[in-house]
T-cell receptor, first 114, second 113 residues
Framework: KAGVTQTPRYLIKTRGQQVTLSCSPISGHRSVSWYQQTPGQGLQFLFEYFSETQRNKGNFPGRFSGRQFSNSRSEMNVSTLELGDSALYLC?????????????FGSGTRLTVV | ELKVEQNPLFLSMQEGKNYTIYCNYSTTSDRLYWYRQDPGKSLESLFVLLSNGAVKQEGRLMASLDTKARLSTLHITAAVHDLSATYFCAVVRYTGTASKLTFGTGTRLQVTL
């Protein structure tokens, strides 16, 4: 059974550019959540998608956005990149939203902004 | 706002010793998770604790939950080098239609010979 697939694994971007990260959940899972991990702020919730709808959003600026497709794959986009956006971005796959089926995390995308 | 605190932040321990990591959270939660993260890697789920008094054990790790005290502990018995990693607790709350994990700061465990 395939796990959670995040692409790309590594990314280097320049300040001011934009970036799109992808997450394919476990087959049959319909909920995808995104988290940002930095040494200073730790692991912080970005957003949760279920059935192509954003169900929850963390305390991040509007430069951070996302979407979910009908096949449950999700993308997150960061526009006008800042140095502080350098982080490990993790997505978590869950069977459903709002009830506990556990979370399986992908390997993450390491974004470096220079 | 839900806050999750872990201590200690860093733990250096000798092989064979026992120790406990503490996780306190500020408001009622629905589930508590423990995760392990190796450097540069993703989060590996260790335990999910559902109710007051829950205790789960896997190998040298044992997790417990006291919902009245809003406290979870991760106890390490007879540590071995392979347990060196960062451990996170995380609390989840449901709103009926949405949920999110709120993570603790993490405890970096270093087991030395």
């Amino acid at each position: 059974k395939a796990g959670v697939t995040q692409t790309p694994r590594y990314l280097i971007k320049t300040r001011g550019q934009q970036v799109t990260l992808s997450c394919s959940p476990i087959s049959g899972h319909r909920s995808v959540s995104w988290y940002q991990q930095t040494p200073g702020q730790g692991l912080q919730f970005l957003f949760e998608y279920f059935s192509e709808t954003q169900r929850n959003k963390g305390n991040f600026p509007g430069r951070f956005s996302g979407r979910q497709f009908s096949n449950s794959r999700s993308e997150m986009n960061v526009s006008t990149l800042e140095l502080g956006d350098s982080a490990l971005y993790l997505c978590a796959s869950s069977l459903r939203s709002g009830v506990n089926y556990g979370y399986t995390f992908g390997s993450g995308t390491r974004l470096t902004v220079v | 706002e839900l806050k999750v605190e872990q201590n200690p932040l860093f733990l250096s321990m000798q092989e064979g010793k026992n120790y406990t990591i503490y996780c306190n959270y500020s408001t009622t939660s629905d589930r508590l998770y423990w995760y392990r993260q190796d450097p540069g890697k993703s989060l590996e789920s260790l335990f999910v604790l559902l109710s007051n008094g829950a205790v789960k054990q896997e190998g040298r790790l044992m997790a417990s939950l006291d919902t009245k005290a809003r406290l979870s502990t991760l106890h390490i018995t007879a540590a071995v080098h392979d347990l060196s990693a960062t451990y996170f607790c995380a609390v989840v709350r449901y709103t009926g239609t949405a949920s999110k994990l709120t993570f603790g700061t993490g405890t970096r465990l270093q087991v030395t010979l």
